[in-house]
Structures are given as C-alpha cells and as structure tokens.
C-alpha cells in the first residue's frame, strides 16, 4: 500500500544530480589536471618560456583515484536507479557521499601536489642552462572537485529524502 508512485520522485531527481556529479568528476579526471610550464633564465632576455605541458588526471595517481570513485558514483546510480528496493534506496546516497568526497579529497592532494608534480616533469636541456618548472592545477582538475562535492551534497539531500521503509 505504501508503494512509491511511478514516474519522476525528488528520490530519482536527487540522484540524477548525484550522476552528474560523477559525470563532471569522470570528465574532469580525464581532463587537463595539470599546467606544467618550463622556464630557463638566459643572460640577455631574462626569464624564456620554452616548454609547456599538460597534464591529464590520469598520469597521476590523484586522477586516477578521482576516475574510479566518480565511475563508482555513475555504477552506484545506475543501480539505484534501475533497482528501486529498499535496500538501494537506503544505501545509494551514502555511498555517493564517500565516493563524491574522495573523488574532492583526490582533488584537493592534487592541488596540493602541482608543485612536485611540476618538477618531476623534465624538459631536457638547452645549452647550459637548466629549465625550471612551474606547475599550476588545470581546469579538470577543479571540474572533478566540483563533481565530488555535487555527487556528496546531492546523496546528502537525497539521504533526507529517503523514505523510511
């Protein structure tokens, strides 16, 4: 008696948003993560750009983290939606939290990291002179942390909609 009514519920809207969470942070992973640019101080010009890279989230292991756990989020609500239990209904948003906050948390070690990550990059040599780099974070990687926290609010909110069964 107590069946939930067919079609569109604040449930199934709260956990599209939860998909697109992880949708932004699978895209973001795959993405530009990092800016890597090279500078070499000469005598007469100063400091020259001569390099520039970038990186993808997948050549770091903090992308790859943020890959997986937005994949877990997309997998997560695909189940969710298609199987409507109880037991779905009970356990899908939480687990988009944990999986919405890793895929930040990866994104914020990331952040932090740039720096590292820039001087484990190598551009050779020019001549004598030895080519410092700068590492900035790039947009996927702030697409990703904006993902994670969707897909954490969004199970949040979704959390509170819950009926109790």
Same mark, same amino acid.
């Given at each position: 008696?107590?069946?939930?009514?067919?079609?569109?519920?604040?449930?199934?809207? !709260?956990?599209?948003?939860?998909?697109?969470? %992880?949708?932004?942070?699978?895209?973001? +992973?795959?993405?530009?993560?990092?800016?890597?640019?090279?500078?070499?101080?000469?005598?007469?010009? /100063?400091?020259?750009?001569?390099?520039?890279?970038?990186?993808?989230?997948? %050549?770091?292991?903090? /992308?790859?983290?943020?890959?997986?756990?937005?994949? !877990?989020?997309?997998?997560?609500?695909?189940?969710?939606?298609?199987?409507? !239990?109880?037991?779905?209904?009970?356990?899908?948003?939480?687990?988009?939290?944990?999986? %919405?906050?890793?895929?930040?948390?990866? +994104?914020?070690?990331?952040?932090?990291?740039?720096?590292?990550?820039?001087?484990?990059?190598?551009? /050779?040599?020019? %001549?004598?002179?030895?080519?410092?780099?700068? !590492?900035?974070? /790039?947009?996927?990687?702030?697409?990703?942390?904006?993902?994670?926290?969707?897909?954490?609010? +969004?199970?949040?909110?979704?959390?509170?909609?819950?009926?109790?069964?």
């Amino acid at each position: 008696m107590n069946e939930p009514p067919h079609g569109v519920t604040p449930w199934s809207l !709260g956990m599209a948003l939860v998909g697109i969470g %992880g949708a932004l942070g699978l895209v973001g +992973a795959l993405g530009p993560w990092f800016d890597v640019t090279g500078w070499l101080r000469t005598q007469f010009f /100063g400091d020259e750009l001569v390099a520039a890279r970038t990186l993808p989230g997948t %050549g770091d292991w903090t /992308g790859l983290v943020a890959l997986t756990a937005a994949a !877990g989020v997309l997998v997560l609500v695909a189940v969710a939606l298609l199987f409507h !239990g109880s037991a779905a209904r009970n356990w899908a948003p939480m687990a988009s939290v944990v999986l %919405g906050l890793l895929v930040l948390a990866a +994104a914020v070690a990331a952040y932090l990291r740039t720096g590292s990550v820039a001087s484990g990059v190598d551009f /050779g040599r020019i %001549g004598t002179g030895h080519i410092r780099s700068q !590492g900035a974070a /790039g947009p996927g990687l702030f697409t990703s942390a904006a993902g994670g926290t969707l897909a954490g609010v +969004a199970g949040l909110i979704t959390r509170r909609l819950t009926p109790e069964v």
